[in-house]
């Protein structure tokens, strides 16, 4: 995971949910005290924001750099979502589940399938059916060597993007 962050950069993270990256100088979450769509709660160790992606509160270019972890799937509009991204930073990392995490591990909260072909994102709106249910979900809270499995081997289950 390289985000490329220099030592003087000032850093949003959108989305840090329970770990926040050390780099991150504000956070940023739309929901700070509903877990409904992530595992545990917000750290509020640093300013934090409680405000919507896809219109975010921001002079333009006012950070250095944006970390937007695990978020892109959760958006209504991910061509507004990269606009206000784009407008707010100078740079930035995008992380996602990819298509294959998504199919097996069926949140039903998330939108969009995200996949990274000929250095694109390219994204294809999700129904229902389109996953195996709770099963990994299963797994991964009740078999320690499928967990073990799970974070020995990560990069099959998520996407990087600068």
């Keep these: 995971m390289a985000m490329h962050i220099f030592k003087n950069d000032f850093v949003i993270e959108i989305g840090s949910r329970d770990n926040p990256k050390i780099h991150s100088d504000v956070l940023c979450d ?11 709660d917000v750290v509020k160790d640093r300013p934090i924001v409680e405000d919507d992606i896809e219109y975010l509160p921001f002079p333009d270019k ?79 809270a009740h078999d320690k060597y499928f967990l073990r499995l799970y974070g020995r081997y990560p990069q099959p289950l998520i996407q990087f993007h600068l």
């Design 30 to 40: 739309k929901f700070i005290d509903d877990n409904t769509q992530r595992a545990g």
């Design 62 to 140: 006012c950070f250095d750099y944006a970390i937007c972890s695990h978020v892109l799937e959760h958006a209504e509009s991910p061509e507004r979502m990269f606009k206000e991204l784009m407008r707010i930073s100078h740079r930035g990392y995008i992380e996602a589940p990819s298509e294959i995490a998504e199919r097996l591990f069926g949140w039903p909260f998330h939108k969009w399938f995200i996949n990274l072909l000929d250095n694109r994102l390219v994204l294809t709106r999700k129904n229902s059916e389109d996953s195996f249910g709770l099963f990994f979900h299963y797994l991964l």
